[in-house]
């Protein structure tokens, strides 16, 4: 079995920054990718970015391009620096992981923490 647990998030002011962990524990992921799905209220899930634990090719949501990174700290944690938020990143931000880089249908995930961007 896998488990994925986060770290980070909390309350941020417009232009500020945070960064999410997600540490991976359990069976091999090597062919996995790793990222992030957020969900706002009352909005569908969204993919936000994923790395690829094999070659660290890396994916990022257009509305994130640029503000944000994805990394790999090591074998078996990914972490996500979030730069410049503004209050439309608000959202419960889930780890999952899966086979395809734009994390379609993960078969993994996180229980999720909380970014909230307000002044």
């Known amino acids: 079995q896998v488990q994925l647990v986060e770290s980070g998030g909390g309350l941020v002011q417009p232009g500020g920054s945070l960064r999410l962990s997600c540490a991976a524990s359990?069976?091999?992921?090597?062919?996995?990718?790793i990222g992030w799905v957020r969900q706002a209220p009352g909005k569908e899930r969204e993919f936000v970015a994923a790395i690829m634990r094999s070659d660290d090719s890396a994916s990022y949501a257009d509305s994130v391009k640029g503000r944000f990174t994805i990394s790999k700290d090591n074998a078996n944690t990914v972490s996500l620096q979030m730069n410049s938020l503004k209050p439309e990143d608000t959202a419960v931000y889930y780890c999952?992981?899966?086979?395809?880089?734009?994390?379609?249908?993960?078969?993994?995930w996180g229980q999720g923490t909380q970014v909230t961007v307000s002044s």
């Open positions: 999952a992981a899966d086979a395809n880089l734009r994390l379609r249908s993960p078969n993994y």
């Open positions: 359990g069976r091999t992921l090597y062919f996995y990718a």
